[in-house]
């Protein structure tokens, strides 16, 4: 699935009155790729229902059907994926394109890693920007060879351990990718491989390896969070409901927040404890958010979010929260810049090589549209309470980007215009639609 327009799709959001309704946003990107992956190395046939179906999934579900599995879509959001067991994969017959998606691919080299294949990995012009020598370098010790463009960034070519070997690696950034892909090289290495995460990041890879019938083990120690896995496990084939993304949420939830005289209710959103630092944030700055009809699905933390307009004041957003929420802080920005003084984050040294250097982008979109806001190297300030708006944001092909800063139009002065809105489809399409539907004025 590529984006319908060659050239880029500027949208313009328009001041709202009230934001009203109930709705549903689209299926968690996060255990939609990993769902398709395990999937794809499990016995058997796995059915996902409430799958992403954007650019990013559905090229990590074209991915896994090159290496050898069966992945078919059956409705609306339910797939069907046949596995070939562990080191069952096969040598794809062309490249491996991710287009946007770093998760897909930094995953799928952890998957192929221990698999004795040779795989060439393409994406677009983002992706080929973005390192991938934080996977590489431990993917090597299991014995996989690579062949990178300068910098270790794509076009890339992977060459499968022959003679994998198990691996103890301890985290040198918190980053919930290299975690999964060195547990998912560990699926089919002998023995036993530990991963040791200083900073606990996402746990969606170890709650969902052990549906899979992985043998995992998590263990607490001072010196940070142990995970283990037994290597050459066969898992089995389940049915996973995919709840809806935290991260997709944000947009609608920080809209009805400053909008005056919304109230909306999201459906059916996960609420993993490493995902919800947006939520805990915006309730520390005077945010009107309940969560309602909590419950389990796919093996996650799931509940309604009650989200009411608020007056927000600024806060300190301490850098251990940063991972439970890294993608969520261009729209958390948004939020500062209606709130009453200074919000500060810090640890967003992440941000600096996301789909595009995601802290400067939102410093400059900021600054095109009015804003008070300054950045250093790992921390961004926003001052508010009134965001002037009347700018265009350069989004540097950054679907985050472009839905923040749609979001700050609903509520700002002037209208905001978006330089290009392609990449929106690579997590959330039917974006703008949903956004009018409850009362905006995006077009």
Not at 210 to 235: C, D, N, P, T, Y
């Amino acid at each position: 699935m590529n984006a319908p327009h060659l050239s880029p799709l500027p949208l313009t959001s328009n001041r709202c009155s009230a934001l009203k309704g109930r709705l549903r946003v689209p299926g968690d990107k996060s255990m939609s790729h990993r769902a398709l992956m395990l999937g794809a190395t499990a016995i058997g046939v796995t059915k996902v229902r409430g799958l992403l179906e954007a650019e990013d999934v559905i090229n990590t579900a074209n991915s896994m059907a090159a290496l050898g599995a069966k992945v078919e879509r059956t409705n609306p959001g339910e797939w069907l994926v046949s596995g070939t067991g562990a080191g069952g994969f096969r040598s794809p017959e062309t490249p491996l394109d991710f287009g946007n998606s770093g998760t897909g691919v930094r995953l799928a080299l952890g998957l192929m890693a221990t698999t004795p294949i040779d795989a060439t990995c393409i994406g677009d012009a983002s992706l080929s920007k973005r390192p991938m020598g934080r996977v590489i370098k431990p993917l090597e010790l299991f014995g996989a060879k690579f062949d990178a463009a300068d910098g270790g960034k794509l076009p890339l070519i992977i060459h499968g351990a022959r003679h994998a070997v198990p691996v103890e690696y301890t985290l040198p950034v918190a980053s919930a990718q290299v975690k999964s892909a060195v547990l998912f090289a560990g699926l089919n290495a002998p023995g036993r491989t530990t991963v040791i995460e200083p900073v606990r990041t996402r746990d969606h890879s170890e709650r969902m390896l052990k549906a899979f019938g992985a043998k995992i083990e998590i263990v607490e120690k001072e010196s940070g969070r142990e995970i283990s896995i037994e290597g050459q496990h066969e898992l089995k084939a389940l049915s996973i409901d995919v709840p809806g993304d935290p991260s997709s949420a944000a947009f609608p939830m920080v809209a009805a927040l400053i909008c005056e005289g919304s109230e909306i209710v999201i459906e059916n959103i996960m609420l993993n404890p490493t995902r919800t630092g947006l939520i805990d944030t915006l309730i520390e700055m005077g945010g009107d958010i309940a969560i309602e009809n909590r419950r389990t699905g796919g093996g996650e933390d799931v509940g309604d979010l009650r989200v009411r307009h608020s007056k927000l004041k600024g806060v300190r957003v301490p850098p251990e929260r940063a991972p439970s929420m890294i993608d969520e802080f261009p729209i958390l920005s948004i939020a500062a810049s209606f709130a009453e003084g200074t919000t500060r984050m810090e640890g967003l040294q992440e941000l600096r090589i996301k789909e595009s250097d995601r802290l400067a982008a939102v410093e400059a979109g900021l600054h095109a549209n009015g804003v008070a806001a300054r950045s250093g190297k790992d921390w961004l300030e926003v001052t508010g309470p009134i965001a002037p708006g009347g700018g265009t944001v350069v989004t540097h092909m950054d679907h985050r980007i472009a839905m923040a800063f749609l979001v700050m139009g609903v509520a700002s002065r002037n209208s905001v215009t978006v330089d290009d809105s392609r990449f929106i489809m690579t997590s959330f399409p039917g974006f703008t639609d949903l956004m009018n539907g409850l009362g905006g004025a995006i077009a």
